[in-house]
């Protein structure tokens, strides 16, 4: 790590502590992300870190979403867990065509912590190092009226912006249908520039063969150029996730 890094590391720790937070089990990794997130200004990073503490604290006080708190989300089959790309981030697939607006918001909200903690997990074995990210492709083919959700788009956005920070790498916004333009606009209005720049629009053969050559053929399912076969998320089983308390 740069000193310069190591510097604003050590600043956001002192500020965590002058806010009354906890801080000497995190990792150096883990507060850089939260740095990056706030333009490496070592105060505004400390405050997100500790809304970030609280919030885990309050909304997974068991330190993770089990999977009989989503079933309703699983059984959709909509997420796929497909191991790691060539840079080494793990790889999620969302078939938006299976999905369909939930009843029951807390539930969903459940379920995007879920899929994201492990998807996280999956990028890494034994222990985490805290800089671990994720990529992914939302796969918008034979999407239909019914399956348009953009309050969950903006829940997802928002829990990968505030309690995630720098954990997307990149996200594929693949076949996108001229019903879900307009959604897309609206949507991207509650995205952080940040945010923004990660998303790419996949609307021909070269940017699929961009989506290949980034993650590679043995992690990239068959259904877009690679050999792998599709994994739900529910089938992905992991030695060390979920953590016992």
């Given at each position: ?7 604003a ?24 992300r ?10 505004k ?45 793990s790889?999620l ?7 369909f ?15 994201l ?10 222990e ?10 939302l ?29 997307l ?6 076949n996108?249908p001229?019903?879900?333009v ?24 070269e ?29 992905v ?6 953590l016992?308390?």
């Amino acid at each position: 790590m740069e000193e310069s890094h190591q510097i604003a590391v050590q600043r956001m720790r002192n500020s965590i502590k002058k806010l009354g937070s906890s801080v000497e089990k995190q990792k150096d990794a883990t507060l850089m992300r939260f740095l990056v997130a706030r333009s490496m200004d070592p105060e505004k990073a400390a405050r997100m870190f500790v809304q970030w503490a609280k919030w885990r604290a309050d909304f997974v006080p068991r330190g993770h979403i089990p999977d009989d708190e989503v079933l309703q989300e699983l059984e959709s089959k909509k997420i796929y867990l497909q191991g790691l790309s060539k840079n080494g981030y793990s790889l999620l697939i969302v078939l938006a065509r299976k999905h369909f607006p939930s009843k029951d918001h807390l539930q969903f909200k459940k379920f995007v912590v879920h899929l994201l903690d492990k998807t996280i997990a999956s990028s890494f074995s034994g222990e985490e190092k805290g800089d671990e990210k994720l990529v992914a492709i939302l796969d918008l083919e034979s999407l239909t009226l019914q399956n348009i959700d953009p309050r969950a788009l903006i829940t997802g956005f928002q829990f990968l912006q505030a309690y995630y920070p720098e954990r997307l790498a990149r996200l594929y916004l693949l076949n996108m249908p001229w019903i879900f333009v307009s959604v897309w606009k609206m949507v991207s209005r509650f995205l952080e520039k940040a945010t923004l720049e990660k998303v790419v629009i996949v609307g021909n053969e070269e940017g699929k063969r961009t989506i290949l050559e980034d993650i590679g053929e043995g992690t990239l399912p068959e259904e877009y150029g690679g050999r792998a076969k599709l994994t739900p998320l529910q089938d992905v089983k992991l030695s060390h996730w979920p953590l016992t308390a």
